[in-house]
């Protein structure tokens, strides 16, 4: 399994970060817009049976629409998705006869997909779309994986105290604290050698906020496996598991990169 994990990622990182850096907007967001589809699929064979075809379908295509519509980078194009998605998805409960005891849970379990998924993925295309994009989606992603990469042997090595054993019962408190550093690497070597823009308190909260969402992002994607009863969300992926899997510290992470970008430094 580990063998296959080192291939895969020798294969697609080289390959992933070629379309971030040679890529166009357009071919970015169309990653984007795939990675959400996966997604989706995932999340909407982790829920089962809990909604039905019609529900899903629609869950899906509003899903992929959304994902696209952060590629004009308009919030009211955004919130235009968003409205129409949900009563799209309340007119197909309308029109299904059946129990109307579980209408709150179908609707429910419908409308967080596309809002888990591509609500916060979408948030990769407004990275992009920004000042010094491609940058700013490298620090990201570089940030994400040095972090995880950290907190794995940082646990493995020096682990003794468990984060949250309800929810992920090999994560430790010593991991998470080596991921946050090796966000810090990252992030500082960026300041150093292409973003000096960066200032020594931005270096800090970015460590701290990638680091901290993306852990977050990865307890919250463990939580839902678990309540599936799921190891992985997918199998997509040779040694990594799904989508969902590889992308769920990015869907936290991302949101609170662009934010930070837009209302504590100004750039748009």
């Known amino acids: 399994m580990h063998l296959k994990r080192i291939i895969a990622a020798l294969v697609l990182t080289p390959l992933f970060l070629l379309l971030i850096i040679k890529g166009s907007y357009v071919h970015y967001s169309m990653l984007v817009v795939v990675l959400a589809s996966l997604g989706l699929w995932e999340y909407f064979n982790l829920i089962g049976k809990s909604v039905d075809r019609r529900l899903r379908n629609i869950g899906i295509l509003w899903g992929v629409l959304l994902a696209g519509s952060f590629h004009v980078g308009s919030s009211q194009v955004i919130i235009a998705m968003l409205a129409l998605g949900f009563i799209s998805v309340c007119l197909v409960r309308l029109s299904k006869a059946g129990d109307l005891g579980t209408v709150f849970q179908e609707i429910g379990y419908t409308f967080l997909g596309p809002l888990y998924v591509s609500l ?32 794995f042997y940082t646990g493995l090595s020096i682990g003794k105290h468990k984060l949250y054993p309800e929810i992920s019962p090999n994560k430790t408190i010593e991991g998470a604290i080596g991921g946050t550093l090796g966000c810090f690497i990252v992030v500082t070597a960026a300041k150093v050698f292409y973003m000096n823009q960066l200032s020594v308190v931005d270096v800090a909260v970015l460590s701290i906020g990638i680091a901290v969402m993306g852990q977050l992002g990865d307890l919250c994607e463990s939580m839902f496996k678990r309540a599936a009863g799921v190891k992985d969300s997918g199998n997509i992926i040779p040694g990594h598991g799904g989508i969902l899997d590889r992308f769920d510290s990015v869907l936290f992470a991302a949101p609170f990169l662009y934010y930070y970008l837009v209302f504590i430094k100004g750039i748009d």
Do not use: Y
């Not at 979408?122 to 907190?151: C, K, N, P, V, Y």
């Open 120 to 151: 916060l993925l979408g948030h990769l295309s407004l990275i992009r779309s920004t000042l010094e994009g491609r940058e700013w989606t490298l620090l990201l992603f570089f940030s994400i994986w040095m972090g995880d990469i950290a907190a």
